[in-house]
C-alpha cells in the first residue's frame, strides 16, 4: 500500500467513526439517562443501560435494603417504580403480591435503568447512610457464633430503633449482608452484633475467618420495619431462635433502660445446650426485674445437656405461659418456619396480625 492510499483509508475510517457517533448522538444514545425520585431530586445514572435501579441508587449514595447482595433472593428491595424499568420479570414474581404488582412495586436489583425512571421512596430511607466503622471487639459466643463491637468512626453516630439491622460490606466482593443490631439506640457511637457463622458463607467466613480487632469496615442503614412499638402500652412477648436473639436484646436492654415498665417475656429455643446465647446476661435481668421473664426451650437436648427444663417447640409453650395472649404484642426473630408456625398459633388464638411484629432470617 502506497503513503496516498494509506492516507485515503485513515481520512475514511475517521469519517464514519465521526458519523457513527453523530447519528448516535442524533438518536438521543448519548442522551444522559435520570433516575428521579419523589419527583423532586435527578440523579445521573452510568454504565448505558446495564446498571440495575440498586446499582443506580448506590452509586448517588441512596442505601436501600438489599440483604442478599442482590441476588433476587431476599425480596428487601422493594421500591415503587412510577415510570420506566420495563416489565416485572420472573425472578421478582416470588416476591411480589397482586396488589404490589398493580402500584408498580419492583425489585430494585432486578430492574435495569436503560431510560429515564421515576421512583417513589419513602423518607426514612433516603436517611440511611454509609458508616465506618472499628472493630473494637470479636469474641466467641459459642463453637459458632461471634459478638461483635463496632466504634463509629465516621459519622461518629448513629439513630436507630430498637430492632432494626444495617448492612455490612464484604471488602473485595462490594457485597452487603444484614445484621441485626444487638446494641440499644442509646449507645449511638458503638454497635453490638450477634453472628453465626455459615459455612461457605461470604460475610460471615470474612467475619469468622479474616476479621481482626482493629480493622476498618463499613456498613449502611439503619433499615426495617422491625422495631419496637414505643407507643403501645401492651405487655411483650418476644420470640427468637440462633441470632434472632440480636434484634430482640437490643430491645430488652432498651426496655431495660426505661425501667422495664411494660411487662415482657422473651423465649428463646435452640437445639441443645451449646447453642444457647446470651442466657446470663438476659437471666441476670430476670432476676432483677420481675416484669421481665427469660424462658429457654431446647429443641433436641441430649443426655449431655441434663436438661431439666422446657423441650419441644417454642409455640407450644408459649400459650402454656402466657394469659390472655390477644391482649399482647409480638415480637418474632429467626428462621421463616420458625416465625410461620408462631403466626399460625398466634393467630388461631385469637392474636391480631397487627400486634405481631417480626424478622425472618
Ligand atoms: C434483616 C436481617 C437481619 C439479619 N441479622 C442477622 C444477625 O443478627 N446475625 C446473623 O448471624 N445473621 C443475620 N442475618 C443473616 C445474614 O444477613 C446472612 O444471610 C448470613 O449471615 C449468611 O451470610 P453469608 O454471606 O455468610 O452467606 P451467603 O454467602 O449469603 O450464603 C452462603 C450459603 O449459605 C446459605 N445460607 C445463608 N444464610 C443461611 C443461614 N442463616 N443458615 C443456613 N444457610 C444459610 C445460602 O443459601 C447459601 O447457599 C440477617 C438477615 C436479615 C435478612
Ligand atoms: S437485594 Fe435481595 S432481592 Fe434485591
Not at 220 to 243: H, M, N, W
Not at 256 to 271: D, F, N, P, Q, W
Not at 321 to 330: D, H, I
Amino acid at each position: 500500500m502506497n503513503l496516498q492510499t494509506f492516507f485515503i483509508l485513515i481520512f475514511l475510517l475517521i469519517g464514519v467513526t465521526v458519523l457513527l457517533a453523530f447519528t448516535d448522538i442524533l438518536l438521543g444514545g448519548h442522551k444522559q439517562t435520570l433516575l428521579r425520585i419523589n419527583k423532586e431530586n435527578e440523579f445521573p445514572v452510568s454504565g448505558r443501560g446495564t446498571s440495575t435501579l440498586l446499582d443506580a441508587l448506590s452509586e448517588n449514595r441512596i442505601f436501600i435494603p438489599s440483604a442478599c447482595g442482590g441476588k433476587g433472593t431476599c425480596g428487601h428491595c422493594k421500591v415503587k417504580v412510577e415510570s420506566g424499568g420495563g416489565d416485572v420479570l420472573p425472578m421478582e414474581e416470588n416476591f411480589l403480591s397482586p396488589q404490589e404488582k398493580k402500584e408498580g412495586i419492583r425489585l430494585a436489583c432486578q430492574v435495569r435503568v436503560r431510560d429515564d425512571i421515576d421512583i417513589n421512596l419513602p423518607g426514612d430511607l433516603l436517611e440511611a447512610k454509609e458508616y465506618t466503622a472499628e472493630v473494637v471487639a470479636l469474641e466467641d459466643m459459642n463453637y459458632d457464633t461471634k459478638f461483635i463491637k463496632l466504634k463509629l468512626l465516621s459519622p461518629e453516630t448513629i439513630d436507630f430503633k430498637p430492632g432494626q439491622y444495617v448492612q455490612i460490606l464484604v471488602p473485595g466482593y462490594e457485597q452487603f449482608r444484614a445484621y441485626s443490631i444487638a446494641s440499644p439506640p442509646s449507645q449511638k457511637d458503638l454497635l453490638e452484633f450477634v453472628i453465626r457463622y455459615v459455612p461457605k458463607g461470604l460475610c460471615t467466613t470474612f467475619i469468622h475467618k479474616a476479621l481482626r480487632v482493629g480493622d476498618i469496615i463499613k456498613f449502611t442503614g439503619p433499615y426495617g420495619e422491625f422495631y419496637l412499638q414505643e407507643d403501645s402500652g401492651k405487655p411483650i412477648v418476644c420470640l427468637a431462635r440462633s441470632t434472632g436473639i440480636a434484634p430482640i436484646r437490643s430491645i430488652i436492654l432498651h426496655l431495660k433502660e426505661k425501667g422495664l415498665t411494660r411487662a415482657t417475656h422473651s423465649y428463646y429455643s435452640a437445639r441443645k445446650k451449646t447453642d444457647i446465647l446470651l442466657d446470663d446476661e438476659l437471666k441476670a435481668i430476670e432476676e432483677k426485674h420481675p416484669n421481665f421473664f427469660h424462658y429457654i426451650v431446647l429443641s433436641r437436648p441430649g443426655p449431655e445437656d441434663h436438661w431439666e427444663g422446657e423441650t419441644g417447640y417454642i409455640t407450644d409453650t408459649v400459650p402454656k405461659y402466657e394469659e390472655s395472649l390477644e391482649e399482647k404484642e409480638y415480637y418474632l426473630c429467626g428462621p421463616p418456619e420458625m416465625i410461620d408456625d408462631a403466626i399460625d398459633v398466634l393467630v388461631s388464638q385469637g392474636v391480631p396480625k397487627e400486634q405481631i411484629f417480626f424478622d425472618k432470617f
